[in-house]
């Protein structure tokens, strides 16, 4: 039922994004005029990207002289519970990026297992802000030079109980990241790598700071993707993470993905994904599908 | 008869283009600064240095598929809501020559680009990023039509993505 009212509100915001964009293409704020795909797609935590990891590329398909935006609605399947996730972003003239996401990690049967009932969910509102520093991801095809951007991730989280009685010391915290993300055209591949502070345990989804350690720490995360076609895009993520949290170790995430755009206001991401132990459930692996509209 | 050299010059650089040339460029009144030869400037004029090997111009089938991709292409963009009128009152025949001439030399083929430099060709038309993006989805409409493969158009469009510094002023 929540995954049906979700996709409801992300097909009745495509709608009104679409709509949107029509009645304003006379007036050229909206132009879509970036190229196709070259906006990355909704990460799980709102900010365009890859899917997993953060890029430096900017929400829309507008171009320096517009605004574009987005709604995603995103679902992870795993072995032992499942994340819903659903969010809008919007991009100010290719420079600026703002996000919001809600995150519900559903643990379903295994919350019973656990002691925390079955279904416990845990909530969580990321409001992202991004800017562009240097670069352009397409038109930089004469230069090594990324596209780079830096940018600030801020987590509520809403199970500040259960996060402290685990051992994590806040339901809320703030990752900063800079990301450089390169398109080497002449050889079809877009790369990215992006440098995260974060004390999230899970992404925050369980919270964070912990027991074991309550500093920020220097993670990792990067894609490499190839250009099938202008519509198609393949290829894998990984990310590294703190393990924060003495109860449960926590694990690497990788995926393998591909994701189409069926034209600049409609796209779908699908990846095998794999999320390694979480809260002592071993070997979280699934599916993600992401339904992403927008302008 | 400095106009006749040069439809010659270019009838030998681009023999399969040679009636088309030199009737369309004798129709041109305004003056072109055409590089006596490929040279570094001829690369600063075409926007870019060619493209290694001639793997890609192979794959846009040559001369003849060249051709056929910007007589679809010219027809694309002066019927493209987005940017037909950026095109109102030019000498589509020249542009269409100097985009042949132009991809001709950029895929590695045996053309020499008898045009104008990015910036010049285009200065006071205002051009903004949109266009630029535009225009690039229309050659690629194009080159798919001509079932050029999508890394070889790549490799092209590689090579002309950086001309928005020059070209888009606004």
Known sequence: MRWFKSTCIAAMSALSLGVAAKAHAQAGLLDSGKLLLTQGISTIEGSSGGGLASWATISGYETGDGIGGNAHETYVGLTNYSLQDFGASVGLFNRVEFSYTREEFDTGATGAKLGLGRNFTFDQDVYGAKVRLIGDLVYDQDTWLPQIAAGVQYKVNDKDAIIHAVGGKSAQGTDYYVSATKLFLAQSLVVDATLRLTKANQTGLLGFGGDKNNSYSPEFEGSLGYLLTKHLVVGGEYRTKPSNLGFAKENDWWDLFAAYAINKHLSVTVAYTDLGDIATFKNQNGVLASLQAGF | ?170
């Open chain 2, 1 to 170: 008869m400095q106009k006749l050299f040069r439809a010659h010059r270019i009838a030998a650089a681009c023999a399969g283009l040679a009636l088309a040339a030199s009737s369309a460029y004798a129709q041109d009144a305004a003056p072109v600064d055409a590089p006596a030869k490929a040279s570094p400037s001829e690369a600063a004029n075409a926007g870019a240095t060619p493209i290694a090997g001639d793997g890609v111009y192979k794959a846009f089938h040559e001369q003849a598929g060249i051709q056929r991709v910007m007589d679809d292409f010219i027809v694309r963009v002066t019927t493209d809501p987005r940017i037909m009128a950026r095109f109102q009152g030019a000498n589509l025949p020249r542009l269409k020559i100097l985009l042949v001439q132009q991809v001709c030399y950029l895929t590695g083929g045996p053309c020499v680009y008898g045009g104008r430099d990015m910036k010049d060709a285009h200065a006071g038309m205002n051009l903004e990023a949109k266009d630029f993006n535009a225009l690039a989805e229309d050659l690629q409409l194009s080159m798919d039509k001509e079932q050029v493969p999508f890394r070889a158009q790549n490799q092209l469009l590689a090579k002309l993505a950086p001309m928005e510094r020059p070209i888009v002023t606004k």
